[in-house]
């Protein structure tokens, strides 16, 4: 039986801290593998730059519809720069 532990402290940390980088390097290198990050950030990103780019929450390929025309680009989705036609003067 031993009588003398003063390095054993010494010992189980430095083992514990090589076992824990080594599973933190192989879960980053699982995760930049599978690209699971940018998968998981890419779609709200996406949502939000077309927010500021052109002021409406549609997907890049939806486009939106105009009453009476084909569907246009993002660009003319705000409802700003639909063409409306208004009268003055009722029916």
């Known amino acids: 039986i031993l009588k003398n532990n003063q390095g054993q402290f010494a010992i189980e940390s430095l083992l514990l801290m090589t076992i824990l980088i080594g599973a933190f390097l192989a ?3 699982y995760l930049r593998d599978n690209k699971l990050i940018s998968k998981l950030v890419q779609k709200p990103i996406q949502s939000v730059a077309t927010m500021a780019g052109y002021g409406v929450w549609k997907s890049e390929g939806g ?3 105009v009453p009476g ?4 680009s993002l ?3 705000h409802p700003n720069a639909i063409a409306r036609s208004l009268s003055s003067a009722p029916r």
Do not use: D, F, H
């Open 27 to 29: 879960l980053t290198n």
């Open 63 to 65: 486009g939106c519809k």
């Open 69 to 72: 025309k084909t569907a246009v």
């Open 75 to 77: 660009g003319k989705c």
